[in-house]
């Protein structure tokens, strides 16, 4: 992998760099943090790490995840046990893309059943589940 310098001015705060490593495998790097993803081996990779597509729902679940916690701790409810699951499907007819993902937020034991739907609400208004609902504009572009 080559090292670029990345631009960090204000105009450029939200950035990624994803770079080729080796076959299917690819390397993100998001302000110091690298991510890594890959293919199953009946798609030609090495099975080495999520695909883009498991990055992409674990990120819709991870997002939910934080909201949940954080209205958890704004109520006074501590965060054991708090866990997400995600489960999804792909889409049969193009463009491919996944059709539906279902999330079960599993509350903490001592947070009180009168308290769940708050939860779910402010749960399911989470950034990525609000991007997805008002979906944002793409562009690619080829240098």
């Given amino acids: 992998m080559t090292s670029q310098v990345i631009d960090k001015s204000p105009e450029v705060a939200n950035r990624l760099e994803v770079c ?4 299917e495998t690819y ?29 992409f729902v674990a990120a819709l679940a991870t997002c939910v995840a934080f909201y949940a916690g954080r209205y958890l ?15 999804f499907e ?6 491919a893309r996944v059709a539906a993902v279902r999330l079960t937020v599993r509350a903490p034991a001592s947070l009180p059943p009168e308290r769940r739907a ?26």
């Fill in 118 to 143: 708050a939860l779910r609400a402010v749960a399911g208004h989470c950034t990525v589940h609000n991007s997805l609902v008002n979906a944002p504009q793409v562009t690619v572009e080829v240098n």
């Fill in 73 to 87: 701790s704004r109520h006074g409810f501590d965060r054991d046990g708090l866990g997400v699951t995600a489960e």
């Fill in 20 to 23: 080729a490593v080796r076959g």
């Fill in 27 to 55: 390397e993100v790097d998001v302000r110091g943090h690298r991510v890594r993803t890959d293919q199953p081996t009946d798609a030609g990779g090495d099975d080495s790490a999520p695909t883009p597509t498991e990055l």
């Fill in 90 to 95: 792909m889409a049969t007819d193009r463009p």
